[in-house]
């Protein structure tokens, strides 16, 4: 069996009612983890460039995370 039927298998068995107690550990650095850096990317001098020419405003449907406001298409 390859890798990716392996992973293909898994991915379409049945769901798992109770993931194991490891994976939910781990699950909650790897979410502490893309919180932090989406915070510290926030005030990289790229970010701010981007809020430069795209300022967000309020009536938008997408949010600005670590910069408040909202974007809209368009």
């Known amino acids: 069996m ?3 039927e392996i992973l ?5 068995g049945q769901a798992i009612s109770e ?3 490891a994976a939910i550990a781990r699950m909650k650095i790897y979410a502490l983890d893309t919180l932090a850096v ?6 990289a001098d790229s ?4 809020m430069k020419a795209f300022p967000p405003g309020e ?4 949010s600005v995370f670590g910069g ?7």
């Open 38 to 43: 989406t915070l510290a990317g926030a005030t």
């Open 8 to 12: 293909a298998d898994f991915c379409s």
């Open 68 to 74: 408040g406001g909202r974007l809209s298409e368009g």
């Open 19 to 21: 993931p194991p107690s």
């Open 47 to 50: 970010s701010q460039r981007v």
């Open 2 to 4: 390859t890798y990716g």
């Open 59 to 62: 009536g938008g449907s997408a």
